[in-house]
Nanobody, 122 residues
Framework: QVQVVESGGGLVQAGGSLRLSCAAS??????YGWFRQAPGKEREFVAA????????YYADSVKGRFTISRDNAKKTVYLQMNGLKPEDTAVYYC?????????????????WGQGTQVTVSS
């Protein structure tokens, strides 16, 4: 049984920062991704990484502002979000996978957290 637990969301003013955390346990997970879903919109890719090697990928909309990283000892993945904009407001989900496939494709992730709300005020 794999459990994925996010934390770190909240309310922040435009230009501010937040760090999301994602802790997963239960299986040998090989990739982690962050996705987000705003009201009335589809869930979209934000950032992802392969656990082995640490290669990272970002959506164009967050490149240069967000950073995905990992702590091997804590088996935790982070999403550092700087320069937040009102359009970043969404529920952010952490996802984990056990097989290959496109990191940006949410269908390639088997395990999902419950989501954490990020609200950016203007």
């Amino acid at each position: 049984q794999v459990q994925v637990v996010e934390s770190g969301g909240g309310l922040v003013q435009a230009g501010g920062s937040l760090r999301l955390s994602c802790a997963a346990s239960g299986r040998a997970l090989i990739k982690y991704g962050w996705f987000r879903q705003a009201p009335g919109k589809e869930r979209e890719f934000v950032a992802a990484m392969w656990w082995s090697g640490g290669t990272t990928y970002y959506a164009d909309s967050v490149k240069g502002r967000f950073t995905i990283s990992r702590d091997n000892a804590k088996k935790t993945v982070y999403l550092q979000m700087n320069g937040l904009k009102p359009e970043d407001t969404a529920v952010y989900y952490c996802a984990a996978g056990v097989r290959g496939g496109a990191l940006m494709d949410l269908n390639e992730y088997a395990y999902w957290g419950q989501g954490t709300q990020v609200t950016v005020s203007s």
